[in-house]
């Protein structure tokens, strides 16, 4: 059974949009748990509140916070948007498209954030103490490669014609 309106397209965007969006807030929970709290290389203002007191540890603290409640929300909406994608018979389940989509988001998160808060901003480096590095790069590097992966992995996913869980009848 394909998943196929009635004029017989199919409708991949609403699955890609949700797994950017999932990529995103799961690329930010990835950088705020390793990079912030596992390794402690960074914290969302370090280079400009270094942690030398406990005031600027409570800040970094606060807007550390803050970026988790964004990464929260960006996977609460992808999920979200997940599940309305799945009541779709024109969406077909793609898992080329949805792990595209994914690596996609993820590259979004790591090229637009290390560009404003790294090399704009200069509010935060990925090893703190060596100040814009190589490790800079090699983030926007990464955030690139995931991009032109997942765009290859949903342009390959196209072909996919797998039925929506709506339309399989799984979800009413």
Known sequence: MTATTRSGETNSRP???????LGIGMGGFVDG????????????LSAKL?????????VNMFWDGLFHA?????????????????????????????AGSLLLGWGIFNLVEGI????????????????LSIYDYLFLLVGAVFAFAGTLLVRQGRQ???ASPAAMGRVR
């Open 15 to 21: 699955l890609i949009a949700a797994g950017t969006l």
């Open 160 to 162: 996919d014609s797998a």
């Open 50 to 58: 270094p942690k030398t007191s406990i005031v600027n540890v409570e």
């Open 116 to 131: 404003i808060d790294h090399h704009i901003l200069g509010i935060h480096h990925v090893v703190e103490k060596l100040g």
């Open 70 to 98: 964004f990464t929260w929300v960006m996977t609460a909406l992808g999920l979200a948007m997940l599940w309305r994608a799945g009541q779709k018979p024109e969406v077909p389940w793609s898992s080329r498209t949805f």
């Open 33 to 44: 748990i390793l990079f912030h709290q596992i390794l402690q290389l960074h914290s969302m």
